[in-house]
Each structure stands twice: as structure tokens, then as C-alpha cells.
């Protein structure tokens, strides 16, 4: 929903500024292990389900603004209980 709240507001800044991005916003957030791994526009789901099996996922943002999401197998952990 966020996403799609921010993609608008995105649009209408077209013609009253010149860089539109500068009036948006991203959010990142995790603890979603349903939705698993989500990389939109303006929003960055990472939960990958370590603890089940899954990665371990991070988001590296590099000082020019490149994006680049990074992951890592994980332990099955709730097996090992």
C-alpha cells in the first residue's frame, strides 16, 4: 500500500520539481516472513526466512545510491530444537 501511495505522489511531482524522488520517501522492514523477500520502488521487505531455513538478507545502499540486496544460506534452526 505504501508503495503505491508513494508511486502516486511520485507522478504528481512531475511537473512541480525537478527532482521528484527528493519528495518521496523508501521504507525498509522486516519480521515478514509470510510476504518473504519484497523489493519494490519505495518499499524493501527482507525477511527471508533465516530462521526457517531460508537467507539471510541484507540491503547494501552505496553512497552514489546503488541498491544491491546481498544474501546468505541459513541453519534450519527450527529443526535443530
Known amino acids: 500500500m505504501f508503495d503505491t501511495h508513494q508511486s502516486m505522489l511520485?507522478?504528481?511531482?512531475k511537473s512541480s520539481t525537478e527532482d521528484r524522488l527528493s519528495g518521496?520517501?523508501?521504507?525498509?522492514?522486516?519480521?515478514?516472513?509470510?510476504?518473504?523477500?519484497s523489493v519494490r520502488t519505495f518499499t524493501k521487505g527482507l525477511d527471508s526466512g533465516c530462521v526457517k531455513g531460508g537467507k539471510l538478507t541484507a540491503l547494501?545502499?552505496?553512497?552514489?545510491?546503488?541498491?544491491?540486496?546481498v544474501q546468505v544460506k541459513c541453519k534450519d534452526y527450527l529443526k535443530e530444537k
Open 60 to 69: 547494501v545502499v552505496e553512497d552514489d545510491g546503488k541498491q544491491n540486496i
Open 10 to 13: 511520485y507522478s504528481n511531482l
Open 24 to 37: 518521496t520517501m523508501t521504507v525498509v522492514y522486516g519480521h515478514d516472513a509470510s510476504s518473504s523477500l
